[in-house]
């Protein structure tokens, strides 16, 4: 099985920076796209970034600008550096690993990270 590890959420003012890592654990030989969705009190989950192994990404049109997302194929980690931060950007971030190949030529569809909060003030 394959475990999402996220780190990096905290406290900041508006305007202020934050960084999100995500660590793949097991035994991985692909993962086609990594990426981050966000869920605020109230709303549903949205996708913020994605990158595919190739090297396209996709950006939500609200971080488009302010956020840079970047993968490790080797290490099977993504990050999120946000900056220019909004309190409109609190939420939970999640981790998401789609088209997951694991040793044995076994594909799984997706794997989600437990969360990290992102808590902007004003």
């Known amino acids: 099985q394959v475990q999402l590890v996220e780190s990096g959420g905290g406290l900041v003012q508006a305007g202020g920076s934050l960084r999100l890592s995500c660590a793949a654990s097991?035994?991985?030989?692909?993962?086609?796209?990594m990426g981050w969705y966000r869920q605020a009190p109230g709303k549903q989950r949205e996708l913020v970034a994605v990158?595919?192994?190739?090297?396209?990404?996709n950006y939500a049109d609200s971080v488009k600008g302010r956020f840079t997302i970047s993968r490790d194929n080797v290490k099977n980690t993504v990050t999120l550096q946000m900056n220019s931060l909004k309190p409109e950007d609190t939420a939970v971030y999640y981790c998401?690993?789609?088209?997951?190949?694991?040793?044995?030529?076994?594909?799984?569809?997706?794997?989600w990270g437990q969360g990290t909060q992102v808590t902007i003030s004003s």
């Open positions: 998401n690993a789609k088209g997951v190949l694991r040793v044995g030529f076994v594909w799984d569809d997706e794997y």
């Open positions: 097991g035994i991985i030989l692909k993962i086609n796209a």
């Open positions: 990158t595919t192994s190739g090297g396209n990404t």
